[in-house]
């Protein structure tokens, strides 16, 4: 494969790390290089946290929040800040488009839209500066004059983000986050880091105040310290279900605040009426953005039994004509998996599914004449067991898997027989009948005859999916606490007119 040429990494201080409003250098020497998964040659090294880094990055946060003067300022102050990175993500956007192929695979002209994406979160929360209700008028059911319901910011957050699609989850934290009053500790992905980088680099630019937000890059096990941090009120925290479930056991023990959006198996329910090749072409398009690597991706695909065999052609003839290569061709239709560790893991759950009986129908393997770089044919099984390891496990790969159902009853069922409850479609050309089958399915999100998530109105999962939500102003609740506050008589700032 020839190389296709990359935008420049101009990030200024990737030894090391952003801790008080400033750049510092980390405590010990140890490095982590990101691998560009295209080409399996570094693409960039930075600072690796220690145990002592991630202690001063909480206390930085903690002081901020108990004695400096963001939580005390106005929200519409804050708003400020958020808009002002904002306007920082768009400028630079090309860099940002750049970091996210190398680090993810995802192609190009995809990552070049990010950026938009992360700022239109900051200035939607902005917005809510002046629309949110952070105080409410309440009359007192049990003694007293007057009665306030308020909504005040939950303290220290530590955001974990992962590797798939770093800059839009950071957003999805860290706005709400900032607009309630909270200080955060950003801790990002060894395998992902550049696009917190630039968030930090703007928070500098913009004169974010000390302390407001720390960025640092560091494994697992200095990344458990962050959760266990007694001076960290709060855990945002999207990865695998595996992961969370260690992140809320810990929350658990001192009772701290945690957000979780976990892993998924999302189940396509394919009714009787829809044209099943424009089913196929909704599905497989969306299964290849950013190669099948999204914990929401519809990779159970539930349709009729006698509509079984038909569907299975429709997906496979899409996926055996995509061109997968280098993320910055523009011809390159699917880029690679993000590591090689996520492509042994890929081809593996391949193999699993062959050796217990489903049936390969294209791909499960890597792609003719690419063999370097972390690619992965897209592929497709059919006579799928509900049961089986395929349709059990999430792959996060291209990887889709058709469950032949007995009927409608049936295909709701078996939507459901999963740990996970993260996102769902139904395709049928019947609205009504579309909102009743939606009313059945245990899951987050469910979306009507496409791939459908919508961070503007909410996003996140029932069961072993997760807790809480993301994205609109569902988002920004868990960063608040409630406050009742009953007192003998009317302050005058809330007296009438």
């Not at 190389?3 to 140890?30: C, E, M, T, Y």
């Not at 009714?271 to 950013?290: F, K, N």
């Not at 590591?339 to 042994?344: G, K, T």
Request: glycine share 10%; hydrophobic share 40%.
């Amino acid at each position: 494969m020839s190389v296709i040429d990359r935008p420049p990494i101009n990030l200024r201080h990737l030894d090391k790390l952003f801790i008080d409003g400033q750049w510092v250098a980390p405590s010990g020497d140890a490095t982590i290089t990101v691998i560009d998964s295209a080409t399996e040659t570094p693409a960039f090294t930075v600072a690796e946290a220690q145990s002592a880094d991630m202690a001063r990055a909480v206390a930085a946060a903690r002081r901020a929040f108990d004695t400096g003067p963001w939580p005390r300022l106005t929200h519409e102050e804050r708003a400020w800040y958020l808009r002002a990175i904002a306007a920082g993500l768009r400028e630079r956007s090309e860099e940002i488009g750049g970091l996210w192929p190398r680090e993810a695979g995802v192609l190009h002209s995809m990552a070049r839209g990010v950026a938009a994406g992360a700022a239109w979160r900051f200035d939607f929360y902005a917005s809510l500066a002046d629309t949110f209700r952070f105080e409410e008028e309440m009359t007192p059911t049990a003694g007293g004059e007057f009665g306030l319901l308020v909504r005040e910011p939950v303290g220290v957050v530590g955001a974990i983000v992962p590797w798939n699609a770093p800059l839009g989850l950071m957003s999805s934290k860290l706005a709400p986050a900032l607009l309630a009053g909270c200080t955060a500790v950003l801790k990002l992905s060894p395998e992902a880091p550049g696009e917190g980088y630039v968030l930090a680099e703007i928070a500098e630019d913009i004169g974010l105040p000390p302390g407001v937000l720390n960025v640092l890059t560091a494994d697992r096990e200095v990344s458990e310290l962050l959760v266990r941090n007694p001076d960290v009120d709060k855990i945002s925290f999207t990865g695998s279900t595996a992961a969370g479930r260690r992140i809320a056991s810990i929350c658990g023990e001192r009772i701290a605040r945690c957000t979780l959006e976990l892993g998924g198996k999302s189940a396509a329910v394919v009714l009787d009426d829809i044209d099943l090749g424009r089913a196929a072409q909704a599905i497989a398009s969306a299964e290849c953005s950013i190669s099948g690597q999204v914990c929401s991706s519809l990779t159970r695909i539930v349709v009729s039994r006698h509509r079984h065999d038909e569907m299975v052609d429709a997906l496979s003839s899409i996926f055996s004509e995509v061109r997968v290569g280098d993320p910055f061709d523009p011809e390159s239709q699917m880029g690679p998996l993000a590591s090689d560790r996520q492509l042994e893991r890929v081809l593996g759950l391949m193999g699993t599914g062959i050796d217990e009986g489903a049936t390969l129908a294209t791909g499960g393997g890597r792609p003719a004449g690419l063999e370097r770089g972390y690619f992965v044919e897209p592929t497709v099984f059919g006579n799928v067991d509900n049961a089986s390891t395929i349709a059990r496990e999430e792959i996060f790969g291209p990887v889709l898997s058709v469950i032949p159902a007995a009927d409608e009853r049936d295909a709701v069922r078996i939507a459901n027989d999963t740990i996970y409850g993260l996102n769902a479609s139904v395709f049928t050309e019947d609205v009504e009948r579309a909102r009743s089958v939606a009313a059945q399915l245990r899951s987050g999100t469910v979306g009507h005859n496409a791939f459908r998530t919508d961070v503007g109105i909410a996003f996140g999962g029932f069961k072993q999916s997760g807790i809480g939500r993301e994205g609109g102003r569902e988002g920004l609740y868990p960063y608040l606490e409630t406050k009742t506050v009953i007192l003998d008589g009317r302050p005058n700032r809330y007296a009438p007119g």
